[in-house]
């Protein structure tokens, strides 16, 4: 045990890939390496009756499928004659920042007119689907709103035929993050009567307030400080099920404690993550610190590891596949992320295609440091239209 | 158990942690059991993994507690941030960028280090508008992470930057406490917090400078040129304090007079067995006084 101790004690740079943890929601077993720094003092978790795991085998399991190099995309009609529905990551594909890549709406366009079905998904929680909607519109994309998200499946049988020539989509659907959250406690019958503690923003109130859930938190708990004065106690509600953690540009102490005070005191409550991304292109200039600093935040301070809704867990990609009944082998994933996107499409079990156009670099790919390999790769989703016309 | 206390106290020197108040109150009988063990002449040593006060400041609340303790018996993980650049020549022509409390800025400062950031960051906000891009100092080679109250995007964002961009950048923890008795009424998120929101942001592991690394042990026993077998460590938590003492391959006694419970200490879930426990370090007087 000793020896043990002082080689966790003794922190030094690991290898970033040994500490990135990814859980899909159906197999959750929580890895615990970043609190065996100390010895392994974890209390065994609560009545939710997850398990603890010591190793990262579960993380491994999801690399080794790849084993072969990604292919440079060269025909990319062989790719999408052989699925019936692309899943887009947004931030680094479609646009970044605030500005469209090039050629995306035409590239949308052509692929609709081949009949294809286009699903957007995002693990940026600060918007709702409502609101994402607005911003695909501000872009010049057209995405048909669809009023409640539970009666899609009625919405896609009636508007089965896209409009080949205008860029109003049709059978189209986004899903945000924050619109996860919401989907995964009412998919787990999360009880009316509870109510969920926000660390996060907008998007994520929204989509619990549509879902019918009570929510506390949230940006305006970005005002509030604490005075660490002698035998002060900060209250927190007993009602509290849930604590449900996203980026937060309003992230402070408070939120932190009180987050912290739910998790670890009031029995059963649940601990949920958006995504855990490291960095996220909030603006296109640089890289922002993304919600895997908020979610690292309440790991540090409870000990426990978080059920991730986002990429690459496989909650969304279960949930859209059982909503519009679409077998998993007839989608191809498309992103900018090894570790989120592509992570993503291959735990779904789906054919993955790489872009080049957003954090992931060509070097990147190929480092030996990296080992997830998606099937192809190429520099932006445009290339489907070149390498077309090449192929002609 | 309780009776082999005894023996530690044939022990030449007696390192005693921070058992000593909780949030602001004194704990029953420390003055005296400190004032039995000086008398013996035993050398105490405390070590806080708090870092929002400096070695200096930690002497004056010894001293507002009525509790004679000089500055240089005294090793909170602020100075040890400090002491740890030191150790590895950290070039004074760096600079270090702050994410935690006063105390850690002014042991920077004692020390000679240039630095950036601390509780004035605090006020800080950032506005995510198209194209907005946020500058950072190219000259920051460490970024110093402790228990920060007035934590905010901002800093977390600004030492992201500098852990991720700027060559060699070290990212240093003062401690990764969970939960700490920031007041006397409950426990309250600590330096574990902060640093795991960077451990989120970076995908990097820190170098801890506080309990349990061993780093405070190997420089206290240096500088007091104590054989750490002679060395008792006394704690209240076992990840930190007895992890601590093992580590250090000290002897080990925890005190029930603050987190750590005798249940939990017992619960099969729990792998970390100090040497010896009692209630609270006056146990020292009182089975002393039991055994004559």
């Not at chain 1, 109130?205 to 400080?225: N, R, S, T």
Request: glycine letters at 10%; aromatic letters at 10%.
């Amino acid at each position: 045990m000793l020896s043990k101790a002082v080689a966790s004690a003794v922190s030094v740079t690991l290898n970033p890939k040994t500490t990135s943890k990814f859980f899909g929601l159906k197999r959750v077993s929580f890895v615990s390496s970043d609190s065996l720094v100390f010895g392994g003092k974890n209390s065994s978790f609560n009545a939710d009756g997850l398990k603890k795991s010591r190793s990262c085998s579960r993380m491994e399991s999801f690399v080794t499928k790849a084993s072969a190099s990604a292919q440079p995309l060269k025909n990319a009609d062989e790719l999408i004659d052989s699925v019936e529905t692309f899943i887009f990551d947004c931030d680094g594909v479609i646009w970044k920042g605030d500005k469209l890549i090039d050629g995306v709406p035409e590239t949308l366009d052509m692929l609709r007119s081949k009949g294809k079905r286009l699903v957007f998904v995002t693990n940026n929680s600060t918007k709702s689907r409502k609101q994402y909607g607005k911003k695909f519109e501000t872009l010049g994309l057209t995405v048909t709103e669809v009023k409640d998200s539970f009666l899609s499946i009625v919405c896609l049988k009636f508007h089965r035929i896209p409009s080949p020539n205008s860029s109003e989509f049709s059978q189209e659907e986004i899903f945000a993050s924050s619109f996860a959250a919401a989907a995964y406690l009412k998919s787990i019958d999360f009880p009316k009567d509870k109510k969920v503690y926000v660390v996060g923003e907008d998007g994520i109130l929204k989509e619990l307030e549509l879902a019918g859930f009570q929510y506390l938190g949230g940006p305006e708990d970005g005002g509030k400080k604490i005075e660490l004065k002698p035998g002060f106690l900060m209250e927190h509600d007993k009602d509290v099920g849930a604590v449900v953690v996203g980026f937060d540009r309003y992230f402070n102490y408070y939120k932190v404690q009180y987050g912290t005070l739910c998790i670890r005191e009031n029995p059963g409550c649940l601990f949920i993550a958006t995504n855990r991304d490291a960095v996220t292109h909030l603006t296109d200039a640089q890289e922002w610190a993304g919600g895997g600093s908020m979610v690292g935040a309440f790991v540090g301070s409870t000990q426990r590891e978080p059920l991730v809704v986002g990429k690459p867990s496989t909650f969304m990609m279960d949930y859209l596949a059982n909503k519009f009944g679409i077998q998993k082998s007839q989608i191809c994933m498309v992103g900018d992320r090894l570790d989120t996107d592509i992570l993503f499409g291959q735990n779904g079990g789906c054919k993955t295609l790489l872009v080049l156009s957003g954090v992931t670099s060509l070097s990147m790919l190929q480092s030996p440091n990296n080992s997830i390999q998606p099937d192809f790769y190429t520099n932006k989703i445009s290339d489907f239209l070149s390498l077309k016309a090449a192929a002609v | 158990m309780l009776m082999s206390l005894l023996t530690l106290l044939r022990l030449s020197f007696l390192t005693v942690m921070v058992i000593i108040w909780k949030g602001d109150k004194l704990i029953d009988g420390v003055p005296e059991t400190l004032d039995m063990l000086r008398s013996k002449g035993k050398r105490l040593v405390f070590v806080t993994n708090n870092s929002t006060k400096s070695r200096k400041q930690y002497g004056k609340k010894f001293e507002t507690l009525g509790l004679t303790v000089t500055e240089e018996e005294i090793f909170a993980s602020s100075f040890a941030a400090a002491a740890y650049l030191k150790s590895i020549d950290f070039p004074k022509d760096k600079k270090v960028y702050v994410v935690g409390e006063d105390g850690i800025l002014k042991e920077l400062e004692l020390a000679g280090f240039q630095y950036l950031g601390g509780p004035e960051d605090g006020g800080k906000k950032i506005e995510l508008k198209p194209g907005f891009l946020m500058e950072h100092d190219k000259d920051v080679g460490a970024v110093v992470v402790g228990f920060d109250r007035y934590f905010n995007y901002y800093k977390v964002q600004y030492g992201t930057l500098c852990i991720r961009e700027n060559p060699g950048c070290l990212f240093i923890a003062t401690n990764r406490d969970a939960v700490t008795h920031l007041t006397d009424a409950q426990e309250w998120a600590g330096g574990g917090s902060m640093v795991g929101a960077f451990v989120g942001s970076t995908q990097r592991e820190p170098l801890v400078v506080g309990k349990p690394s061993t780093f405070m042990m190997d420089y206290l026993a240096n500088k007091f040129g104590i054989q750490k077998s002679q060395i008792c460590m006394v704690g209240d938590r076992l990840d930190t304090d007895i992890l601590f003492g093992q580590n250090g391959g000290c002897k080990t006694l925890l005190v029930l007079s603050g987190v750590t419970s005798l249940s939990m200490l017992q619960s099969p879930n729990n792998s970390i067995q100090p040497d010896f426990y009692t209630n609270k370090i006056s146990d020292f007087l009182s089975l002393k006084a039991a055994a004559v």
